[in-house]
C-alpha cells in the first residue's frame, strides 16, 4: 500500500500527521524483547526468522509506530562471506581483513543461499504487517561494514581502516568493491522479498573530513544505492556524523536523509532541498527525561521542519537500552498529537 504516511512522507507527500518510528526500536530497552532474548543468543535470534519476526512486531504494537523495520545486524551478511562472527557482547571478527590476501579469500555470496532466514523473516513481517504499518529492511553501508571488518571490532580511532586507505589505497578499493557487490546483492534480496524501504546504515562515515569521505566512501555508497531495484521502494540514507558535510552526502543518492541531533533539522532541509526527505532527529537522551520535557523537544524538532512535506520524526541515532518505555510512548504520541493536520 503506497497511502502509508511513512511512504507518502518518503516521496516528500503531505500527511495527516507526522510519520514516526525509532532506530533500534525493537530492543533491550522493552521487556518484552529481553524475554524472547533470555531463551537464544542474539546471532540465533537474528536467525530464528519466527523469533525474529516477534521482536520485530513488539514495537509496533507497543508503541504505536508509523513503521516496522527488520529485526536483524548490519553484520549479518558479512558473515557468509567467510569471516567468523561473534557477538561478545559487541561485534567482533576473529580474523580481521587486512591484506589483499585477505580480500581475495572472502566470497560475494547468494543472499538467497547465505541468509535466507532474513528473506524469511521479512516475508513473514509483511504478512503480519498487511494494511498496518510498511516494513522497513535494511543494511550496513560499506565503509561502516569495512570498518568491522577491518578493525575487528569497535574502534575508537579506526586506525586500521584509516592506514588501509591511506597506505594500500588498491587494497581497500578491492574490500570496497568486494563489500558494495554483496550489499547490493542482499538489499536487492529483501526487496524482493517484501521490503517497502530501505535504510542505508553509515555509523562511521562521519569519522572522516568531508574531503576523504568524498573520495573514500562516496563512490560506493552511490554504486551500492545506483544498484538498488528501488523502484517504488524509497532508500534512507543515514550517516552519523555527517552535519558539515549533508550537501556531499546528497550526492550519494537516495531519497530520505536521515540525521543526527548535532544538525539543527530545518537548517539541514534548506541546505539539502524540497526534494529529499529527512529523517530525525532527537536526540536519544531526551528520552531519560519527564514527560514534559519530551513534549517541549519533540515540539522544537516539528518546529525546526516548519511544516514542509517529507518529514519522518525519529531518534537521531538508536534509542538507547536503559530508557523506560513509557517515555518512548510519550514520544510517539507527542509526535502524533502536535502535527496532526486539520
Known sequence: MSD???????????????PVWLMRQAGRYLPEYMKVRSQVSFLDLCKT?????????????????DAAILFSDILT????????????????????????????????PDPEEGVPYVMETIKILRRAFEGRVPLIGFGGAPFTLACYMVEGKGSK??????????????????????????????????????????????????ILSPSDYAHHVLPYTQ???????????????????????????????????????????????DILGADMAVQGNLDPTVLFAPKAVIEREVRRVLDENAGRPGHIFNLGHGILPTVPPENAIAMVEAVHAFSTKG
Open 49 to 65: 526468522p519466527e523469533l525474529a519476526a516477534e521482536v520485530s512486531i513488539q514495537p509496533v504494537d507497543i508503541l504505536g509506530v
Open 157 to 206: 580511532d579506526f586506525a586500521w581502516i584509516k592506514k588501509m586507505m591511506y597506505t594500500a589505497p588498491d587494497v581497500y578499493a578491492a574490500l570496497m568493491n568486494k563489500i558494495t557487490a554483496m550489499d547490493t546483492l542482499y538489499l536487492n534480496a529483501q526487496i524482493k522479498a517484501g521490503a517497502q524501504a530501505i535504510q542505508i546504515f553509515d555509523t562511521w562515515g562521519g
Open 4 to 18: 502509508y504516511r511513512f511512504l507518502k512522507a518518503c516521496r516528500c507527500e503531505p500527511v495527516d500527521k507526522t
Open 223 to 269: 554504486k551500492l544505492i545506483n544498484g538498488l531495484d528501488h523502484s517504488g521502494v524509497p532508500v534512507i540514507h543515514f550517516v552519523k556524523g555527517a552535519g558539515a558535510m549533508l550537501d556531499t552526502v546528497k550526492q550519494a543518492g537516495g531519497d530520505v536523509m536521515g540525521l543526527d541531533w548535532h544538525v539543527n533539522l530545518g537548517k539541514a532541509r
Open 77 to 108: 551478511p558479512v558473515e557468509p562471506m567467510g569471516l567468523k562472527l561473534d557477538f561478545v557482547p559487541g561485534p567482533v571478527f576473529e580474523k580481521p581483513v587486512r591484506s589483499m590476501a585477505d580480500v581475495d579469500a572472502l566470497i560475494v
